[in-house]
């Protein structure tokens, strides 16, 4: 340890003992929690690659598209009803969360890759629902666990934030899809078993290093996120680069080695930007520490003060708080308090925001959901090669990892710079996706190339939207929980959109397409549709009713549009600032302290 010629204290890592402090520094730091958390996020993405595996159940158990659809409902409904999970995570830590759902993971996809190798008998379809529901229901505790607890670490930034760990989980169907077949080649019957122990392993790795924390915002952290996200960026560039070209010619198995060893250098980058920056925490506080060790003359004559008078007020301030009148938490379910401020789950609930909300979605989140769902039967209807269906799902991960990061920031910095409201960018984003489900409605040549781009990026983008305004608008005292509620309305609207209107209409085709020909389905046989009005009455559709949910979400535009237009994060400012003036009147109370003094 030495000093500068300005007088300033030169820090550094100059013994072992400031090693192991830099060391423990950055294990309990923040910012490693948050590349955990990526990590995590970046492997639980089982549920948007349905249409990895989709075929392979189809084919090996013998479904037609209605049963089919019916299983990919169950999946959907897993990944998204986390009110358990939420509820959970109100009462635990994160980490109790996180090895539930690594539990959950490697159960449901294990009894999958079970059945579908023939391992075990051919299951009956509620089993099959059953275990995909598990399965997926993995991911809701793993980003609740995950994800939520970075929100509530660093409230300022949730947009910034819900961008970068929101787009991994998007990125993670690309990722996998492309180590997967660097070890396994085309073999899509083994993808289920890596989708089973993969993300389990890696949510039991960061058990501990996942947990609340209380983290003093300096301003500095949307930065740092930038970083993450513009390494996550390069990650997703490369692997879109990596598709494109193996759509056109095929890779050695050296040239594919080169590329896992691409991606999973990117995957493990932002470690050096966790490391850099808890290495300027660490001087900071070390820094602080040498100057507190450092009397001063003003602290000597405060202490010498304080020793001529020790019976005279030291200066601390009392304060007193009154007791509130205790309310039940059944009187004010109809009586929530203003946009912005913490609602109970309940009041959060029963108010037109969240209604409003949830309609929404139904018919917004139910469109995207059932054509990402149907992109392997789409693509084979259509006269798609299996491999070029395999491009498609790999691509669409990338649309969507796109949308969500980009949509996260962007409604970031549209909210602080031009108070342009959420909501309205939710709306938005509804009225685009109609131009992908026209495409497949009319099969416009190389639509379903336009179409898997245009609905992965607003699949993608609907979601730091919706998230964020629900952190907004009902507070984040019960987030880990509404936070579920509004994932909770997507299922419903695939369960309508892709169960009742699009596998009906699909097998109602094929069955006369089958009638044409002159042949009767044989039990236990796949039921498939070739031809562009296999999808097209259910698109028109799903377009009519995706309309209708952007008219629903003006409401909710009108309702928040004076909320939008204030200081939005005044509240998250005004508590640090509190939590530090206490902080500072406590270490007042105990410089003050007479000795002996308990």
């Given at each position: 340890?030495?000093?500068?010629?300005?007088?300033?204290?030169?820090?550094?890592?100059?013994?072992?003992?400031?090693?192991?402090?830099?060391?423990?520094?950055?294990?309990?730091?923040?910012?490693?929690?948050?590349?955990?958390?990526?990590?995590?996020?970046?492997?639980?993405?089982?549920?948007?690659?349905?249409?990895?595996?989709?075929?392979?159940?189809?084919?090996?158990?013998?479904?037609?598209?209605?049963?089919?659809?019916?299983?990919?409902?169950?999946?959907?409904?897993?990944?998204?009803?986390?009110?358990?999970?939420?509820?959970?995570?109100?009462?635990?830590?994160?980490?109790?969360?996180?090895?539930?759902?690594?539990?959950?993971?490697?159960?449901?996809?294990?009894?999958?890759?079970?059945?579908?190798?023939?391992?075990?008998?051919?299951?009956?379809?509620?089993?099959?629902?059953?275990?995909?529901?598990?399965?997926?229901?993995?991911?809701?505790?793993?980003?609740?666990?995950?994800?939520?607890?970075?929100?509530?670490?660093?409230?300022?930034?949730?947009?910034?934030?819900?961008?970068?760990?929101?787009?991994?989980?998007?990125?993670?169907?690309?990722?996998?899809?492309?180590?997967?077949?660097?070890?396994?080649?085309?073999?899509?019957?083994?993808?289920?078993?890596?989708?089973?122990?993969?993300?389990?392993?890696?949510?039991?790795?960061?058990?501990?290093?996942?947990?609340?924390?209380?983290?003093?915002?300096?301003?500095?952290?949307?930065?740092?996120?930038?970083?993450?996200?513009?390494?996550?960026?390069?990650?997703?560039?490369?692997?879109?680069?990596?598709?494109?070209?193996?759509?056109?010619?095929?890779?050695?198995?050296?040239?594919?080695?080169?590329?896992?060893?691409?991606?999973?250098?990117?995957?493990?980058?932002?470690?050096?930007?966790?490391?850099?920056?808890?290495?300027?925490?660490?001087?900071?506080?070390?820094?602080?520490?040498?100057?507190?060790?450092?009397?001063?003359?003003?602290?000597?004559?405060?202490?010498?003060?304080?020793?001529?008078?020790?019976?005279?007020?030291?200066?601390?301030?009392?304060?007193?708080?009154?007791?509130?009148?205790?309310?039940?938490?059944?009187?004010?379910?109809?009586?929530?308090p203003e946009i912005g401020e913490d609602h109970t789950i309940l009041q959060a609930i029963?108010?037109?925001?969240?209604?409003?909300?949830?309609?929404?979605?139904?018919?917004?989140?139910?469109?995207?959901?059932?054509?990402?769902?149907?992109?392997?039967?789409?693509?084979?209807?259509?006269?798609?090669?299996?491999?070029?269906?395999?491009?498609?799902?790999?691509?669409?991960?990338?649309?969507?990892?796109?949308?969500?990061?980009?949509?996260?920031?962007?409604?970031?910095?549209?909210?602080?710079?031009?108070?342009?409201?959420?909501?309205?960018?939710?709306?938005?984003?509804?009225?685009?996706?109609?131009?992908?489900?026209?495409?497949?409605?009319?099969?416009?040549?190389?639509?379903?190339?336009?179409?898997?781009?245009?609905?992965?990026?607003?699949?993608?983008?609907?979601?730091?939207?919706?998230?964020?305004?629900?952190?907004?608008?009902?507070?984040?005292?019960?987030?880990?929980?509404?936070?579920?509620?509004?994932?909770?309305?997507?299922?419903?609207?695939?369960?309508?959109?892709?169960?009742?209107?699009?596998?009906?209409?699909?097998?109602?085709?094929?069955?006369?397409?089958?009638?044409?020909?002159?042949?009767?389905?044989?039990?236990?046989?796949?039921?498939?549709?070739?031809?562009?009005?296999?999808?097209?009455?259910?698109?028109?559709?799903?377009?009519?009713?995706?309309?209708?949910?952007?008219?629903?979400?003006?409401?909710?535009?009108?309702?928040?549009?004076?909320?939008?237009?204030?200081?939005?994060?005044?509240?998250?400012?005004?508590?640090?600032?509190?939590?530090?003036?206490?902080?500072?009147?406590?270490?007042?109370?105990?410089?003050?302290?007479?000795?002996?003094?308990?």
């Amino acid at each position: 340890m030495g000093f500068q010629n300005n007088g300033e204290t030169a820090i550094g890592i100059h013994s072992f003992t400031d090693l192991k402090s830099f060391t423990h520094q950055v294990l309990t730091g923040r910012w490693l929690m948050v590349f955990a958390s990526f990590l995590v996020m970046a492997t639980a993405g089982a549920s948007y690659m349905f249409g990895l595996y989709s075929n392979d159940i189809k084919s090996v158990l013998g479904y037609d598209q209605t049963t089919l659809n019916l299983i990919s409902f169950f999946k959907d409904l897993g990944a998204n009803i986390g009110i358990f999970s939420g509820l959970i995570n109100e009462i635990t830590p994160p980490w109790v969360v996180l090895a539930i759902g690594a539990a959950f993971n490697f159960f449901g996809y294990f009894m999958i890759w079970l059945s579908i190798t023939q391992r075990l008998p051919k299951p009956h379809v509620s089993l099959m629902c059953i275990y995909i529901f598990i399965g997926a229901n993995s991911h809701t505790f793993m980003n609740t666990g995950a994800l939520v607890t970075c929100v509530k670490n660093l409230p300022n930034n949730r947009g910034t934030l819900m961008g970068v760990l929101g787009g991994s989980i998007a990125l993670s169907a690309a990722l996998i899809s492309q180590l997967y077949h660097v070890f396994y080649g085309d073999d899509t019957k083994s993808f289920t078993l890596v989708i089973a122990w993969l993300p389990t392993a890696l949510a039991l790795m960061f058990l501990r290093l996942i947990r609340i924390m209380k983290v003093e915002q300096n301003g500095k952290e949307r930065k740092v996120l930038y970083k993450f996200f513009y390494i996550s960026l390069s990650l997703a560039v490369f692997l879109l680069m990596v598709i494109i070209v193996e759509s056109k010619i095929t890779f050695t198995k050296i040239e594919n080695g080169g590329i896992a060893t691409v991606v999973l250098f990117l995957l493990f980058l932002p470690i050096f930007v966790v490391v850099a920056e808890e290495y300027d925490v660490w001087k900071a506080n070390k820094r602080k520490t040498i100057i507190h060790d450092q009397p001063t003359a003003t602290a000597a004559n405060s202490n010498s003060t304080r020793t001529q008078n020790p019976n005279k007020t030291t200066g601390a301030v009392t304060t007193t708080i009154p007791e509130k009148e205790k309310v039940y938490w059944w009187k004010n379910v109809f009586q929530p308090p203003e946009i912005g401020e913490d609602h109970t789950i309940l009041q959060a609930i029963f108010s037109v925001e969240m209604i409003t909300l949830l309609l929404t979605t139904i018919c917004g989140l139910g469109g995207t959901l059932t054509l990402m769902d149907n992109l392997g039967q789409i693509g084979t209807s259509l006269g798609y090669s299996l491999h070029s269906i395999r491009t498609f799902v790999s691509l669409t991960s990338i649309w969507i990892y796109l949308g969500e990061s980009s949509m996260g920031i962007l409604s970031e910095i549209f909210i602080n710079k031009f108070k342009f409201p959420r909501p309205l960018m939710f709306t938005l984003t509804l009225l685009v996706s109609c131009i992908g489900y026209i495409l497949i409605a009319f099969n416009v040549k190389h639509g379903l190339y336009i179409a898997s781009i245009i609905t992965g990026f607003c699949f993608g983008a609907h979601w730091p939207l919706i998230l964020s305004i629900i952190s907004e608008i009902f507070g984040l005292k019960h987030y880990s929980t509404l936070y579920n509620i509004g994932s909770m309305a997507s299922p419903i609207g695939l369960y309508l959109l892709n169960v009742r209107v699009t596998g009906r209409f699909y097998d109602k085709e094929a069955m006369k397409q089958l009638e044409a020909l002159g042949k009767k389905r044989k039990a236990g046989e796949e039921l498939n549709c070739n031809g562009g009005e296999c999808f097209k009455l259910s698109f028109i559709i799903i377009t009519g009713v995706t309309l209708f949910g952007t008219i629903v979400s003006l409401f909710l535009v009108m309702r928040t549009r004076k909320y939008y237009q204030s200081d939005i994060d005044r509240k998250f400012r005004e508590d640090q600032e509190n939590v530090a003036e206490n902080e500072t009147l406590v270490v007042g109370n105990e410089v003050g302290r007479p000795a002996g003094e308990l």
